[in-house]
């Protein structure tokens, strides 16, 4: 596919790179952005070399959230073609958060709306000291919907709602503190922030990663008491897997694991 609008590149043979490439309007978000979103991350998923996925934006911005040309057009269509615009945005951050590869959040700048969203759906996010978010649905009269599942996950119900029911924006530093950002780095040493995440996923096996996501995404909400069969299950399966006996042989040997890989 011909990207218009994001761009799909590699770092490594292990490492893809998805950019939100319209600077000039903050990379913000419409319904062909979310198409070639969800092109691209079909064809990560099905890559079996990647481990990680660093998810940034072009310019000054990581992503303003929705394009305001779209939204216009949005308040001239009927409930039934809202509902039918918006499912697919909503597929887009659930497939994110399904991805079979860590995403790395690699947030350049100011991150508001569907941007705040896509930063609560990367497995590890490292944000420049310049970034600034913002839950902003509610100034424009909308409601953070798609994203709200994530947002309160990420951040918990209390914080979730004090963030969305006051549109205020934070810095860096107290996005840290709350929990939305894992790690801050000036600008000159976002990238090196970055790749030290990188190192360590490519110290682990593309098995482990997957298997290993899926089931924090499959017991989160639930009893501890109603995963018993579920869990006991899943590291039986896990014991059965070449890269576990590799692993544990590589431990007893005090040796790398052969899955271990340099960034470059």
């Not at 682990?204 to 869990?231: H, M, Q, W």
Request: charged letters at 25%; aromatic letters at 6%; proline letters at 5%.
């Amino acid at each position: 596919m011909n990207y218009q609008t994001i761009r799909l590149t590699r770092d490594s043979a292990h490492v893809a790179r998805l950019t939100l490439a319209r600077p000039e309007i903050q990379n913000a978000l419409s319904l062909e952005v979310t198409r070639e979103l969800r092109h691209a991350l079909a064809a990560v998923a099905a890559d079996a070399q990647v481990r990680a996925l660093v998810l940034t934006g072009e310019g000054k911005s990581f992503c303003a959230g929705g394009d305001l040309k779209w939204m216009q057009t949005v308040l001239s269509q009927g409930r039934d073609q809202r509902i039918a615009d918006s499912l697919p945005l909503a597929d887009l951050f659930y497939e994110f958060d399904h991805l079979p590869k860590v995403v790395i959040g690699r947030i350049n700048g100011p991150a508001t709306g569907g941007g705040f969203g896509l930063t609560c759906i990367c497995d590890v996010v490292v944000a420049s000291s310049t970034a600034r978010f913002s839950l902003t649905e509610a100034k424009l009269g909308l409601v953070p919907a798609n994203i709200g599942p994530y947002v309160a996950r990420r951040l918990g119900l209390a914080r979730a709602r004090r963030y969305g029911l006051t549109a205020r924006f934070i810095d860096a530093e107290q996005a840290e503190r709350i929990g939305l950002v894992d790690r801050v780095a000036t600008p000159d040493e976002l990238d090196s922030a970055v790749a030290e995440e990188i190192d360590l996923v490519l110290s682990l096996p593309v098995s482990s990663i997957a298997a290993t996501k899926k089931l924090f995404n499959d017991v989160t909400g639930r009893p501890p008491r109603e995963c018993r069969t579920y869990t006991a299950e899943a590291l039986a399966d896990a014991w059965e897997t070449p890269e576990a006996a590799e692993g544990i042989a590589a431990f007893l040997g005090k040796r790398p694991a052969a899955w271990k890989v340099a960034a470059a």
